[in-house]
């Protein structure tokens, strides 16, 4: 049965207001990936390149870059090497407006695809509506048989987007890199996780910064019980290696037939 071995870093990284605060993040980024072992995805943030800020936020048009910008090139010779997938954020530039992105590139330094969040946050440390342009597609691909899809932080409030993913796009892991300050939506952040991966049956990574007011990423596999927890890390700098089994994506929809027993027309 298919299985994919990833790492989760959870970077300590800062809100640039400069390129060199920039390159700082992503130099920050290879010194962790340089001391991983082999694996078969590595993951980083939201916004993992600039940070995410309001200071930041104004300097987009330095800070943000196209396509095959500084991070690609640099994320592109780091995968080659590491015969990884590496999937990082970062704001896209393109036709002079603004995304919140997330790029995956394969083992060979190519862009395997991007994807843009698609609701724009605008509460509690949010201000993305005043910078940012929504992304309109969906997007999902596939390592060692297994298929994968992103969403990026506010885009977990809207259980039809997981839902799509899981049943139009067939998939068995859910990537979500997030920005998530504590701020008042903070503490609803895991519930929704751990029902997003229960009720699609899916394997779920939500993805934080580290610092004092970040932390707490959560990995939740497809069903969790009396012997099964989420995996749930503190606010200090971290990375979760864990393995995605369709195996036991199999066997939990055996024994707990959601996806059999729904109805078509609710």
């Not at 970077?11 to 078969?40: C, F, H, M, Q, Y």
């Not at 843009?116 to 946050?121: E, L, T």
């Not at 259980?159 to 859910?174: C, G, K, M, N, V």
């Not at 019980?225 to 606010?235: A, G, N």
Request: proline letters at 4%; charged letters at 25%.
């Amino acid at each position: 049965m298919p299985k994919l071995t990833f790492a989760a870093i959870q970077i300590n990284n800062i809100d640039a207001r400069t390129i060199a605060e920039r390159d700082a993040n992503l130099s920050r980024a290879k010194a962790l990936i340089d001391e991983l072992d082999s694996v078969d995805l590595i993951v980083l943030p939201e916004l993992f390149t600039s940070g995410y800020s309001r200071e930041t936020f104004d300097r987009l048009a330095e800070l943000a870059e196209d396509i095959n910008g500084k991070s690609f090139q640099f994320f592109s010779e780091i995968a080659q090497k590491k015969s990884s997938y590496i999937s990082y954020g970062f704001p896209l530039k393109k036709d002079n407006q603004y995304f919140i992105a997330q790029a995956v590139i394969n083992p060979k330094g190519e862009l395997e695809c991007i994807y843009c969040k698609q609701h724009m946050a605008q509460f509690g440390n949010s201000m993305e509506k005043e910078y940012f342009q929504r992304g309109d597609q969906p997007v999902s691909f596939e390592i060692n048989g297994i298929k994968i899809a992103i969403i990026i932080c506010y885009d977990m409030r809207f259980p039809e987007l997981t839902r799509s993913l899981a049943f139009d796009h067939d998939i068995d892991f859910l990537i979500h890199p997030v920005a998530f300050y504590k701020d008042n939506s903070f503490p609803s952040w895991h519930h929704f996780v751990i029902t997003r991966a229960l009720e699609n049956q899916i394997y779920m990574l939500s993805l934080n910064r580290a610092g004092e007011e970040y932390g707490n990423s959560i990995f939740c596999p497809p069903w969790i019980d009396y012997h099964v927890s989420p995996t749930t890390l503190q606010e200090q700098e971290e990375i979760i290696i864990r393995e995605i089994d369709s195996q036991t994506i199999q066997k939990v929809r055996e024994e707990y037939q959601f996806r059999k027993d729904r109805k078509k027309n609710y």
